[in-house]
């Protein structure tokens, strides 16, 4: 089983997309969009 199986087909379709299609500016919008999305989620654990 590969890591990336136990993550929603969401996930699997935005890693596929960044892997083979994204481009450099499409890149950086997209970490900054997931770090602040995981430094939300992460305040709201805590």
């Not at 990336?4 to 299609?21: E, H, L, T």
């Not at 999305?37 to 305040?43: G, L």
């Amino acid at each position: 089983m590969k890591e990336i199986d136990k993550f929603p087909k969401s996930i699997k379709k935005a890693v596929r997309y960044i892997k083979q299609d994204a481009t450099r500016e499409q890149l950086e919008e997209i970490r900054k969009l997931v770090e602040y999305a995981i430094k939300r989620r992460n305040i709201t654990l805590e």
